[in-house]
């Protein structure tokens, strides 16, 4: 078998493992150790696993990764979301179809303080799902709206699989929060927009929400001053060059666990499971890197990246062509793993394709514009048939909700995705203008 034969063998053996619900991390560190030992032999594995994991986890970047677990889960454990979402209620709930307008806006703000998809969908599935039900929305749109409006806490920074990207191809983590800003902000603003010519069309679905008061909306604002203290803090000192950002992580921890102490009334136990639970979805996190790297060094001893830069410099295809077809196997992958698996699978394969072709890009903004666009492309596997992540978690909240109707309920939202995607690739000054302008 050779070595190209032997890569293949054991991405399809890593592919088949983790169908079968075998983590992820166990998986690559297996099937990697598996291939590197077959190619570079046994004693030559034993020297890498004796050196690459220290060298790999005294990476100053990844320091960041615990901080931002940390301030997700005092943000999640502080009572913040209901707080969010009914400020964004107060604004717009009145507007047809606006409470699931209010909870994508919710989404959005939470999501910049959580970074995590599945934590923004279900915390604020829990807060907004009840007040859909009781105005009478459809079950369609309420599911969908929160199921889509979850994937932005993968999108607006900061972002575990953003963050996991920058480290495995070696990019400015500062650089890719800026970088995904606006990209995020859009995907927020085309959610609300689909909703908007949704409910014009079917004016049933999303029926107009109570009335309020200038003094009410001022009050709502009032509330949340503290939430948005943070955001600017942290996001805003990374943007402004004030702090790194793991420094910036810090200090949203400080913050956010004052918020939590003080105005979440949360107690001394509820910061030991915050710890807790932190201190073991970053070991998970840092296992899955530490299978990744093994991974991506048997493959590149494979050689098989060289075998796909060959091909396509001599395919004649147009770098925008073969771009759209890797986006494409992010789709299809979405219906059955999750967004980090589908980095790290393909990372290794696709990023040296991708900085060897010319999109009329800077090479120094190359990495920056596909990270953005690979992570878009993971974030609609969140949400897509059959599997779509987001959308059994919402509908775990309401047994009468149908599943049919969920994924009905999503449909809308791919449309605005798949138009982001296309505007981004045609434009990319979408992304890379804010990191020029700020850099």
Not at 276 to 291: P, Y
Not at 357 to 364: C, E, L, N, S
Not at 411 to 422: E, G, N, Y
Request: glycine share 10%.
């Amino acid at each position: 078998m050779s070595n190209i034969e032997l890569a293949f063998f054991m991405m399809a053996a890593l592919l088949v493992l983790m169908s079968i619900r075998i983590p992820i991390a166990l998986t690559m560190l297996v099937c990697g150790a598996v291939g590197y030992s077959l190619i570079g032999g046994f004693p030559a594995l034993l020297e890498y696993l004796g050196t690459a994991p220290i060298s790999k986890f005294s990476t100053y970047d990844l320091s960041v990764v615990p901080l931002f677990l940390l301030m997700g889960e005092l943000a999640t454990r502080s009572g913040i979301t209901a707080e969010l979402f009914r400020t964004c209620n107060t604004w717009i709930g009145r507007q047809r179809g606006g409470i699931a307008m209010a909870a994508i806006a919710g989404c959005a703000a939470f999501g910049a303080i959580c970074g995590s998809s599945l934590a923004t969908a279900s915390t604020m599935g829990k807060v907004a799902l009840p007040e859909m039900k009781r105005l009478n929305y459809s079950g369609s749109l309420a599911a969908g709206a929160l199921a889509a409006g979850g994937t932005l806490g993968i999108l607006i920074p900061p972002s575990m699989v953003l963050i996991i990207f920058a480290v495995l191809t070696e990019q400015n983590i500062s650089k890719m929060f800026i970088a995904a800003f606006i990209p995020g902000f859009l995907a927020a603003g085309g959610y609300i927009l689909a909703i908007a010519i949704y409910v014009r069309i079917y004016p049933n679905s999303g029926p107009r929400g109570e009335k309020t008061t200038w003094s009410q909306k001022i009050k709502s604002t009032k509330d949340v001053w503290h939430i948005t203290g943070i955001f600017l803090t942290v996001l805003g000192g990374i943007y402004m060059g004030i702090f790194t950002p793991t420094e910036a992580a810090s200090v949203g921890v400080i913050l956010t666990a004052i918020l939590a102490l003080t105005h979440g009334k949360m107690r001394l136990d509820g910061l030991l499971v915050c710890l807790m639970r932190t201190a073991v979805s970053s070991a998970m996190i840092f296992f899955i890197v530490l299978g990744a790297d093994l991974f991506s060094v048997f493959i590149a001893l494979s050689r098989l990246p060289d075998l796909g830069v060959e091909l396509i410099q001599n395919s004649g295809l147009s770098p925008y062509t073969i771009l759209v077809c890797m986006l494409l196997t992010y789709l299809v992958m979405g219906c059955f793993l999750d967004s980090l698996a589908m980095i790290l699978l393909t990372i290794p394969i696709y990023f040296p394709m991708i900085m060897v072709m010319d999109f009329g890009i800077p090479q120094a903004d190359l990495g920056i514009w596909f990270g953005i666009l690979a992570l878009i492309v993971v974030e609609v596997g969140l949400i897509t048939p059959p599997v779509g992540m987001n959308v059994f978690i919402i509908k775990s909240f309401d047994d009468a909700l149908k599943l049919k109707d969920c994924f009905k309920g999503v449909i809308p939202f791919l449309i605005s995705d798949f138009v982001r995607v296309a505007l981004l690739i045609i434009f990319p000054g979408i992304s890379l203008g804010l990191v020029h302008l700020i850099s």
